[in-house]
């Protein structure tokens, strides 16, 4: 018996037995959803069976791609003081993850065509990430992989919340190879801009590099720790973006921020290196943000007494800035956004939060300035 299709999804097939080259931009304001959300409707009904090859158009100039982590990220809670050799009675949450992953759906939130490029296991935390996800971003660029597993990260927090140990499984990501990057050639050469987090090797974070000078595409870089830091392509010129906070920097530089005039004198360290524009975030003393055009700005950070999960917070930041740039506003308004929507973030039990629409982040901004 054929599977029923629901109402959505009958009247895409129509309009694509009626114009088989309308584009999923199009189809997607006619049905009210994101391009994305269009995306993963075809591919559905592709698997069904009832659409048969691509005779749509995709303008892949307008998609924001993603490269870099999708984790399931995994707390656990204990009740009583830890004992080591034995069980310990804990409470348990999961959720999805990854920076690459959640700008990917802060962006995707916010209205922009976003592509996730990425490794994963052919498991069910992939499943899981894959359910959370599809609906903000494009997931048929991420490539499973049967010998390794889905990214995790597994934290255990004592009575206190505070953390006892965590273990990470990045493995997964060590085979985003410059072939992987190289294979994609069509969509990078026409992405809108390319973001890659520290997860990445570094031999194909090098590979971006190259490939965005050769093509003049928009290149950010996200940093995901201080170890990772050594990741950090040789050459940074032309890399349009380094999000960045005071650990990461002061790691790569090996000198410790001390004072605000330093803070402003590492932003110009990280320009003098080729990058065109970089953000240093110092938690609660809040941003410096710059470049060689409209100069280097401290930003404050708004204070906040109750904060509900710092979790995605500094992935809210990135997205918030990467996307008033691409809306064209000047480098304060940049940083502001950023700002925003990461204290909007904090006070959201949610690594991304719910709420998130560009009319909404905009509300946010005239709400807090």
């Given at each position: 018996m054929?599977?029923?299709l629901?109402g959505?999804?009958t009247?895409?097939?129509n309009l694509?037995?009626e ?5 999923q931009?199009e189809l997607?304001e006619?049905?009210?959803l994101?391009?994305p959300?269009?995306?993963n ?7 069904k069976?009832?659409?048969v090859g ?5 303008n ?6 993603c490269i870099?982590g999708?984790?399931?990220d ?6 009583e ?9 804990v ?7 990854g920076?690459?992953?959640n ?5 995707g ?13 052919a498991?069910?935390e992939?499943k899981?990430i894959?359910?959370?996800?599809s609906?903000?971003m494009?997931l ?11 990214g995790?990260?597994?934290a ?7 953390m ?12 985003i190879t ?7 050639e069509s ?6 801009c ?6 990445c090797p570094?031999e194909?974070?090098?590979t971006?590099c ?13 940093p ?5 830091m ?7 010129t032309g890399v349009?973006?380094?999000?960045t906070n ?6 790569f530089?090996?000198q410790e921020?001390?004072?605000e005039?330093?803070?402003?004198e590492?932003v110009?360290k990280?320009l003098?290196?080729?990058i065109?524009?970089?953000v240093i975030?110092k ?7 710059g ?6 700005f ?8 109750q904060i509900i999960d710092?979790?995605g917070a ?5 997205s918030?800035?990467?996307?008033s ?8 308004e940049?940083?502001?956004a950023?700002?925003v929507?990461a ?7 949610f690594?991304?939060r ?15 300035s």
């Open positions: 054929p599977e029923k629901s959505k999804e009247t895409l097939i694509i037995r114009n088989p080259f309308i584009s931009q997607a006619i049905l009210g994101s391009r959300s269009i995306a409707m075809i591919s559905g009904l592709t698997k069976g009832l659409i691509r005779a749509y158009i995709l892949d100039s307008e998609q924001i791609v870099g999708a984790n399931v995994r707390k656990f809670f204990l009740k003081k830890t004992m080591l050799g034995t069980s310990n009675p409470k348990s949450s999961q959720s999805v993850g920076v690459a992953r700008i990917a759906e802060n962006l939130r916010l209205g922009m065509d976003v592509t996730l490029l990425t490794k994963c296991g498991d069910s992939w899981f894959e359910d959370s996800s609906l903000y494009n048929e660029k991420v490539i499973p992989s049967p010998d390794h597993s889905t995790s990260y597994s255990v927090l004592d009575e206190n919340g505070d006892v140990i965590a273990l990470a499984d990045m493995e997964v990501y060590e085979y410059p072939e992987l990057i190289l294979s994609h969509l990078l050469k026409h992405a809108k390319i973001i890659a987090d520290l997860n570094k194909a974070l090098q971006l190259y490939f965005a000078k050769k093509h003049d595409r928009p290149l950010i870089f996200i995901v720790s201080s170890p990772k050594a990741r950090l392509p040789d050459d940074l349009t973006w380094l999000i005071r650990d990461e920097s002061e790691t530089f090996q921020i001390k004072t005039s330093e803070w402003r590492f110009e990280w003098s290196l080729g065109s524009n970089v975030t938690g609660a003393d809040g941003v410096m943000i470049n060689k055009e409209e100069g280097v401290h930003i404050p950070a708004i204070k906040s007494d710092v979790t500094g992935d809210a930041f990135s918030g800035v990467i996307f740039w691409l809306e064209g506003n000047a480098l304060k940049i940083g502001k950023g700002i929507n204290y909007k973030t904090l006070h959201s039990p690594t991304v719910e709420d998130l629409t560009a009319t909404q982040l905009q509300k946010d901004m005239e709400e807090l």
